[in-house]
């Protein structure tokens, strides 16, 4: 097989191509020769080129059964659907560092691509700082996990891959979650270069501004697809267990999101410049950090399979050089990054936007300290404590109540300065709609604290955003004298970030009630025979009644399935059938369970076939053998979290929107205000205000 | 084969990257004549506060008071940037040169309606931000050539 072969041999050529570009960036850069700076930029490509060739020979060797290959005779055997044969790329430690560096070269290729001709200023030190980023994982893949490792002999089958990752989750939920780490290497790159060329105003955000919402987008969805991933596969019935690897990645989503915000306040106010520095930085430093924590071993999770500490402390070095270089690039900067006009009163947009991002920070340092602390623990005491979700919960959820609050309260104050009637007349709708739903719900019998104040507010917020559109819909429809469906969509299409960013909300406002929800799950754990009903009250005050119908078997590619049939009745009335499984895979001992799920707007019917008395004697068709143990849950609106997700993506899609016409060439025209849809909050004139006009 | 394979690869990506510092092509280093400089984001800055400020004051966020005294804060905030964006471009500013205050708003309210027209018919012009005519090849006002975009985007860094 000659694939594996060249695609190891790229790997280490793709080193040497990656040094001798960074090098040249800096060099071509510092001395401005641009035969230099093309050479470092060819290095992008050719290290984007060879690490294809690396991927295609690691998944060449998963496909082909080659277990000569350390990697694949640990993830893959020779009855694993070729599904997951390709997805073994990702599977483990070795492999996943090669596909993080794949990822990483082609958003890299891709901004050389794109810049061939632009920001020229900040390209040398952009691949500069790229290419240091490479060749760190370049070494990690080739001197500390090299997925490319020979075995002594040729084991005649692989150990398989660990059942849990045998879900089609596997394939969509890890790429995810490394495109958005990977892709915000650009963002940092572009800030660094910034600090280092000395362009220090807002055209560095200008111009990876895009950039940074797809990689929230990626983060975003990444850790949703891993909620789901856990709720279909896990079968504990929920979707978040505040695992060190959860957390990992809600860490660099915290950052981005106040990155995100805090950018606006630069590009508005010329305010905020070296905060934003910093958490461009920190943001970067936690998308590495999470890498590492998922792939180091460090930390014990379900998603850590790697024993090899080594790695941790090569991680940990480049966090600690990356983070003294930035920071003190950013401090060298500190006397040019003073912000062009002061905040004027706390009672402004830039306050709430800054209230936004300490909240979002506050929330990041809990979570990473709720995560390290076990770890910490462990090094001063020898003795570990566990921190659990009582501890995130308690801390998170009031954090996570006072930003969905903010969601409300950002849109309707005015930049600078507001004053406080307005304010109240701007609120009073809003608010009153929120204390209504409050109070229909306590009312109605609702009495989780928690679960009223998600519900109040998530209305208050949309109930502020109903009127945004509704108020620019109708300014618009006045000026320009359209008709209120054109006004509404020439009123997104002109200025899509901040409509498309309202939409997001919408999104996270119906994720925060799916959350909410949680407090109203009820279960029930019984032991039946087939013919016996298990009876279980929904929050809603409905009942469902399920009827065990036995247990049938049957072996897949490589497997044994027990697949327990009931029979679901509502209120008396058939609503269907539903079925849970044990699976015993060929190469591990504990069977798994695969839940059953019935999903409806409202709420989940959730199955966990628990325990089977005799599993062998099911083969013999004994009655007494297929007794069987089931958890029975009703998860009342955990649908709504992958509904808001999908609103989120709706909205950040139109956020994301490119501009049309002959702007889109200039970057003049960028620095021109009002350019076209994308430009956020591009009012065009003071007759047709900010996201109005067009 | 897998050896000669090996070669061929090594040897055509050095060669790839070599190229550029054996033949002394290049890469351009500066800024081109229609990016924007340092002087654009501050202008732009400020005329996106003006036009915030407008939007605020039609939607009922700001009082009239708090609206004329920040309009006028701002319209001499973007009055001073625009004439350092001018001065920068190497054209004449308007301002700086003895033109009087209400002069200097006339032709701020001149620019923000000219925007206001661009963004109806779609087209600014790259190098002044003045309103495009439908179908021109050349900008009105500075008379710059009309080109068709490269694969970029209004920032060409994104992807």
């Known amino acids: 097989m000659l694939l594996p072969v060249l695609g190891e041999f790229a790997l280490w050529t793709a080193l040497p191509i990656a040094i001798w570009g960074l090098v040249l960036a800096f060099l071509g850069g510092r001395w401005g020769r641009g035969d230099l700076v093309l050479s470092a930029e060819r290095s992008v490509h050719a290290v984007t080129f060879l690490l294809v060739l690396a991927s295609a020979g690691i998944i060449s060797a998963f496909l082909n059964d080659q277990y000569q290959y350390w990697y694949v005779y640990n993830y893959s055997n020779r009855e694993l659907a070729t599904f997951y044969k390709v997805a073994g790329l990702w599977a483990g430690q070795r492999g996943s560092l090669v596909f993080w560096a794949l990822n990483l070269a082609i958003f890299s290729s891709l901004a050389v691509y794109f810049n061939r001709a632009r920001n020229r200023e900040f390209m040398p030190y952009v691949v500069g700082v790229l290419l240091v980023i490479q060749a760190f994982f370049l070494i990690i893949c080739l001197f500390v996990s090299n997925a490319f490792e020979l075995l002594a002999f040729t084991p005649p089958d692989g150990r398989g891959l660990n059942p849990q990752l045998q879900n089609y989750w596997m394939v969509i939920h890890p790429p995810t979650l490394y495109l958005g780490f990977t892709s915000f290497s650009i963002p940092f790159a572009f800030a660094i270069a910034a600090l280092m060329s000395g362009r220090l105003d807002a055209r560095w955000i200008e111009v990876t501004r895009r950039w940074i919402l797809l990689s929230w987008f990626f983060l975003a969805n990444g850790i949703i697809f891993g909620m789901r991933w856990a709720y279909e596969e896990l079968g504990w019935g929920g979707y978040w267990f505040w695992d060190p690897v959860e957390n990992a990645s809600l860490l660099p989503w915290l950052a981005a999101t106040a990155f995100l915000h805090s950018v606006m306040i630069q590009e508005y106010r010329g305010m905020l410049k070296v905060w934003n520095m910093s958490l461009v930085i920190l943001t970067f430093l936690l998308t590495v950090f999470a890498t590492f924590l998922t792939r180091s071993g460090l930390i014990e999770s379900v998603h850590s399979f790697a024993q090899n500490l080594t790695i941790a402390w090569i991680f940990l070095g480049f966090l600690a050089g990356v983070a003294v270089i930035s920071y003190g690039l950013l401090i060298w900067r500190l006397p040019r990054l003073r912000s062009d006009q002061p905040f004027e009163s706390f009672v402004s947009r830039e306050s709430a936007f800054l209230l936004n991002n300490l909240i979002l920070l506050g929330a990041l340092f809990a979570v990473l300290w709720g995560t390290l602390f076990p770890l910490i623990t462990e090094g001063f005491t020898g003795s570990k404590v566990a921190v659990g979700p009582p501890f995130f919960n308690q801390v998170n959820i009031p954090i996570g109540l006072a930003l969905l609050a903010l969601m409300g309260v950002g849109p309707v104050i005015a930049w600078r300065r507001a004053s406080k009637r307005n304010l109240l007349r701007n609120f009073a709708l809003p608010v009153s709609v929120g204390l209504v739903l409050t109070l229909a719900l306590a009312l109605g019998g609702m009495r989780h604290g928690y679960a009223l104040a998600t519900f109040g507010i998530g209305a208050f917020v949309l109930a502020v955003i109903v009127v945004e559109f509704w108020k620019g819909t109708q300014a618009r429809a006045r000026i320009e004298g359209e008709g209120s469906l054109l006004a509404l969509f020439h009123l997104v299409s002109r200025n899509r970030r901040r409509w498309g960013g309202y939409i997001v909300h919408v999104g996270v406002v119906v994720i925060f009630m799916g959350f909410g929800g949680a407090a109203f799950d009820v279960e029930v754990r019984q032991s039946v025979l087939p013919g016996e009903t298990i009876s279980l009250a929904s929050p809603y005050g409905h009942r469902y009644e399920l009827t065990y119908e036995g247990i049938s078997t049957s072996r897949a590619q490589n497997m044994i399935q027990w697949v327990a049939l009931l029979q679901v009745y509502k209120d008396g009335e058939p609503v269907g059938t539903i079925t849970s499984e044990k699976r015993q895979y060929i190469t591990t001992q504990q069977p798994v369970s695969e839940v059953g799920i019935r999903s409806t707007l409202m709420e989940d019917l959730y199955v966990i076939l628990a325990t089977v008395d005799d599993m062998p004697g099911v083969f013999l068709n004994s009655p007494q053998s297929e007794r069987a143990t089931f958890q029975v849950m009703v998860n009342p609106l955990v649908g709504w979290i992958w509904y808001g997700a999908l609103i989120l993506t709706v909205g950040t899609l139109i956020a994301l929107w490119p501009p049309r016409g002959p702007l889109r060439a200039s970057g003049r025209g960028t620095a021109t205000p009002g350019v076209g849809a994308a430009h956020p909050r591009g009012d065009p004139s003071p007759s047709v205000p900010a996201g109005v006009g067009g | ?159």
């Open chain 2, 1 to 159: 084969m897998a050896l000669m394979a090996a070669i061929l690869l090594a040897g055509g990506v050095v060669l790839y990257v070599l190229l550029p510092v054996l033949t002394g092509e290049s890469s351009p280093l500066d800024r081109l004549d229609d990016e924007a400089t340092e002087e654009d984001s501050r202008r732009r800055v400020t005329l996106l506060a003006l036009r915030d400020v407008e939007y605020d004051y039609v939607t009922g966020k700001l009082d009239e008071l708090d609206y004329k005294s920040l309009r006028r804060e701002i319209s001499t905030e973007a009055l001073e940037a625009m004439d350092r964006s001018a001065s920068a471009a190497g054209t004449p500013p308007p301002a700086s040169a003895g033109v009087a205050t209400s002069e200097r708003e006339r032709l701020l309210e001149e620019e923000i309606q000219e925007l206001r027209r661009g963004l109806k018919t779609g087209g600014l012009c790259p190098g002044c931000g003045a309103a495009l005519a439908p179908g021109g090849h050349f900008c009105g006002r500075c008379g710059q050539a009309l080109r068709a975009p490269p694969s970029g985007g209004d920032s060409a860094g994104t992807p």
